[in-house]
């Protein structure tokens, strides 16, 4: 198994089902995606509800969090969910409706969702954009910081039996008679029953081991990090996500198609703007640093999970693009499933097998929360 986020998630979840495995790292845990992420946890926002399978997937994983945070804290490391809150606000008239629209469903969810005048959202944050038309706050959703959820699985899943193994590049794949048995490193042989690549952007290139074509590809995303003295805002605002040293974290850029992770001028600029927009008060921020991951972008914006077609024994968890934290733990429960019994049924939704064929849908082109999520 090749790991970040929903490898850990996937090696945690079998080892509470007394399956065994080993987890390759060619550099640090999370030092992929998992490490630069902004860490939101709020499927109401983020996750696409036009593909159910896929919402069900994004609220299954979030309900998963409490009892998540419990175990992973009673085995000794926290994974520190943040119960922040998300608040829209409706900067822009064309926002605004679009808000509205989404707000019945949203509200029947359950969650305590609920619509703010621009008075009561100024009340809440104070130093928002003056313009403010008003604003949904959900107060159930959050953050995480992805490097402490990444270690905390970690160790977690180590206490139950998993291996990890930090500075190990997989180099290639064990084949024999179109199965793959296990995978090979620059020094050793491991074999195994399955074989999950759950490489992150890497795993399209992986897939050239068999070959078979997985069709993952690389979306950068730059993130930056501010502080203001007196200032932290009350909630998660827009892109804006206060951490517990009083710091705020900003998200994040998209660039599709490239794969490595330098920071740009240009990256910077348009977080900074993006978060300037919601809060002015920003442009007097400390600048304390900026860090890139590349996402893991799937053909129609919903994960691959389960086998990979013509090669017995080999599993793929990736393309979990701009949502693989808040999709990380009931990934990690369906492919754990899945491994446990053979049977692929719940993971129908997302097999690679659906992707055969011509087009797929353009997930960009529905209007949905990407305006909601990244409109300034
Ligand atoms: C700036 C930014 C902001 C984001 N914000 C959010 C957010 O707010 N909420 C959210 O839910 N998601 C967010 N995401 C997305 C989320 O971080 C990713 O979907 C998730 O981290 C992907 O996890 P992964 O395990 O698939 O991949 P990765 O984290 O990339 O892990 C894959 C790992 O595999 C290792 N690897 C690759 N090839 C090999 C090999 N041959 N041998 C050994 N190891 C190998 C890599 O080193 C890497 O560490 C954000 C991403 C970015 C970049």
């Not at 038309?133 to 159930?140: A, C, D, E, M, N």
């Not at 970690?154 to 793959?180: H, S």
Request: a negative charge; proline letters at 7%; charged letters at 20%.
């Amino acid at each position: 198994m090749i790991v970040g986020v929903i490898g850990c998630s996937i090696a945690y979840q079998i080892a509470k089902r007394g399956i065994t495995s080993t987890v390759f790292e060619q550099h640090r845990f999370a030092s992929g995606a998992s490490g630069a992420t902004v860490g939101i946890i709020g499927p109401l926002w983020y996750i696409d509800r036009a593909v159910p399978s896929f919402f069900r997937l994004g609220m299954s994983s979030f309900d998963m969090f409490p009892q998540l945070s419990a175990e992973l804290a009673e085995a000794g490391a926290e994974l520190e969910f943040r119960l922040t809150g998300i608040l829209k606000p409706a900067l822009t008239e064309g926002l605004y409706p679009l808000l509205q629209e989404h707000l019945p469903w949203q509200t029947e969810m359950g969650m305590g969702v609920t619509w703010l005048g621009p008075e009561e959202v100024r009340e809440r944050e104070p130093e928002i954009h003056p313009g403010v038309l008003g604003g949904v706050f959900s107060p159930k959703e959050g953050a995480v910081r992805g490097k402490t959820f990444v270690d905390s699985l970690v160790n977690a899943g180590t206490r139950l039996g998993a291996t990890f193994l930090e500075g190990v590049e997989v180099t290639g794949l064990e084949v024999a008679g179109g199965r793959v048995t296990g995978v090979r490193t620059p020094f050793e042989v491991f074999h195994a029953e399955h074989t999950v690549l759950a490489a992150g952007p890497w795993t399209g290139i992986a897939g050239r081991w068999v070959p078979e074509t997985i069709p993952i590809r690389p979306v950068r995303g730059q993130r930056i990090r501010l502080r203001k003295t007196g200032f932290v805002p009350r909630s998660t605002v827009q892109n804006v996500v206060p951490q517990t040293d009083g710091s705020l974290v900003l998200g994040a850029t998209r660039e599709e198609g490239v794969f490595n992770d330098h920071t740009t001028v240009s990256g910077v600029r348009q977080v900074t703007e993006a978060g300037m927009n919601v809060f002015p008060i920003l442009g007097e921020a400390e600048f304390v640093g900026t860090v890139a991951g590349v996402r893991p972008g799937s053909p129609d914006g919903v994960p691959l999970m389960g086998p990979v077609p013509g090669w017995e024994g080999l599993r793929v968890a990736s393309g979990h693009d701009h949502a693989g934290i808040m999709l990380s733990s009931g990934s990690g429960e369906l492919m754990a499933d899945y491994i446990a019994s053979s049977d692929a049924t719940a993971l129908e939704a997302f097999l690679p097998s659906r992707l055969a064929g011509d087009a797929t849908p353009d997930y960009m082109a529905r209007p949905l929360f990407w305006n909601i999520t990244h409109e300034k």
